[in-house]
């Protein structure tokens, strides 16, 4: 089976291999036989597997399959989206996993959509001496002698996943600055409520906390208020 590009991540992770150079250690992803997946040692500990769907009307099917296939003993899966940090499934999962034993995944996008929280995932199985294997990216192999560089490049990967949010993120507020949109929290009060708040708190009959309970606000708050923030020019 060959990585799919279009999985959020696969392409992140297959930029981060490039430039780890760990296609060149192992050979083309591409060549590496799914039949490695099966053909753990005989003494190696439970072969687990993982799958998930995002909704009860996606199809496990499919995975289940593949995870058989590739001689998965247990099978857990979840259908909630990878985003999602509680997974019950995948948690359960984690506390079963012990030294010696394997953990397989359809794609590395089935087992979470951030690439921060599978390469924590990743590392806090390799801790615990359980191996992390993907059909869909033979790479990401953390039984082999190249895991530590398998964690390099999902470390890398993770980066480059920042660096592209944080991207975004600027190119989104350049755009609604420019729109005129105002940035940041809503404001709590109305501008008629801070004009009567700074009307009250000049009058001096009352406490700053009195006042702040009458618009849901803080004491500090209602002592910061100034009247430019109403848009006029006198209370």
Do not use: W
Not at 211 to 233: P, V
Request: proline share 3%.
């Amino acid at each position: 089976m060959r990585p799919d590009s279009t999985r959020p991540g696969a392409a992140l992770v297959q930029q981060a291999v490039r430039k780890s150079g760990l296609s060149q250690r192992c050979g083309p992803v591409e060549n590496v036989a799914l039949s490695r997946c099966r053909s753990l040692l005989q003494n190696a500990g439970m072969i687990y597997g993982y799958a998930r769907v995002s909704t009860n009307a996606q199809d496990l099917a499919n995975q289940l399959d593949q995870l058989k296939a590739a001689g998965c003993e247990r099978i857990f899966h979840d259908k909630l989206s990878g985003l999602t940090k509680e997974r019950p499934q995948l948690k359960r999962l984690l506390q079963a996993a012990a030294l010696g034993d394997t953990v397989i995944i359809p794609a590395i996008d089935r087992l979470s959509r951030d690439t921060a929280d599978l390469l924590t995932i990743a590392r806090d199985l390799k801790a615990a001496g359980v191996g992390l294997r993907s059909l869909a990216e033979p790479v990401i192999d953390t039984t082999s002698e190249f895991s530590d560089i398998v964690l390099a490049v999902l470390g890398l990967a993770a980066k480059l996943e920042h660096k592209r949010i944080r991207e975004r993120t600027a190119i989104g507020r350049a755009a609604a600055k420019a729109a005129g949109k105002r940035l940041g929290r809503a404001p709590k009060m109305t501008p008629a409520q801070i004009k009567e708040a700074i009307q009250r708190r000049e009058a001096g009959l009352e406490t700053l906390a009195t006042i702040g309970r009458s618009y849901n606000a803080s004491a500090s708050t209602i002592s910061r208020l100034k009247l430019e923030q109403t848009g006029a020019r006198n209370v």
